[in-house]
């Protein structure tokens, strides 16, 4: 098995993507929209995680002026635990530092501990609650943000980071 290599989300992408998605989330984002961001939003940026041409997670974001807001991180259940979604998000903070935002912020489910953590090791702090935010059982949404680190290096990892690869939640997702 080769290392997984991060790259931008292509059209191509959008059916293994929707089916991790509906794996992951109970409010899954629909295939077309997913393809509607690839598409027509100028804000949005997404990608991939790929090992031996599957797509095994994905993450996606909206870049506005100096701000962030992560829209949905998801690793395919057998990858879990082993560093990837870590990879995923570091990315995702050094593209968004690249476009020039200054902070990140996301929603997550009170109970989504396991990606909270994930987001506490990486600087995020929640900030409030979005009261009923799920609307499949009303659950609230914590709201976390980061700042971003103005030098790349604070935020790389090399000894997860492959040397190939793109460099390269909220919105209604679940990220
Ligand atoms: C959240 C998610 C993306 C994390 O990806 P992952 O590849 O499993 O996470 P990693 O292996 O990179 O772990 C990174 C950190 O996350 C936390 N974490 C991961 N698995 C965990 C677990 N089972 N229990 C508690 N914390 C966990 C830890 O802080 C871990 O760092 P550590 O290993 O140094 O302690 C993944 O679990 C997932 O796809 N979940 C379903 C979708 C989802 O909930 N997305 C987030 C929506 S807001």
């Not at 998605?21 to 997404?46: D, I, V």
């Not at 395919?76 to 990140?104: C, D, K, W, Y």
Request: charged share 25%; glycine share 8%.
């Amino acid at each position: 098995m080769s290392e997984p290599v991060i790259r931008a989300m292509a059209p191509e992408d959008v059916p293994a993507v929707a089916r991790i998605e509906k794996e992951s989330f109970t409010l899954p984002w629909s295939a077309e929209a997913f393809r509607t961001e690839l598409a027509h939003n100028r804000f949005a940026r997404y990608s991939v995680l790929e090992q031996d041409g599957q797509i095994i997670g994905y993450c996606g974001m909206w870049v506005i002026a100096d701000e962030a807001h992560v829209t949905n991180i998801a690793v395919r259940e057998p990858f879990r635990g082993r560093g990837l979604g870590e990879r995923l998000m570091r990315r995702l903070m050094e593209e968004a530092r690249s476009l020039g935002a200054r902070r990140m912020t996301l929603e997550v489910r009170v109970s989504n501990t396991r990606a909270q953590r994930l987001y506490r090791k990486l600087g995020f702090v929640s900030c409030g609650v979005r009261p009923g935010y799920y609307t499949d059982n009303m659950e609230d949404a914590l709201i976390m943000w980061a700042d971003l680190p103005p030098e790349p290096a604070a935020l790389s990892d090399p000894s997860r980071e492959p040397a190939s690869g793109h460099d390269g939640t909220g919105a209604s997702g679940e990220g």
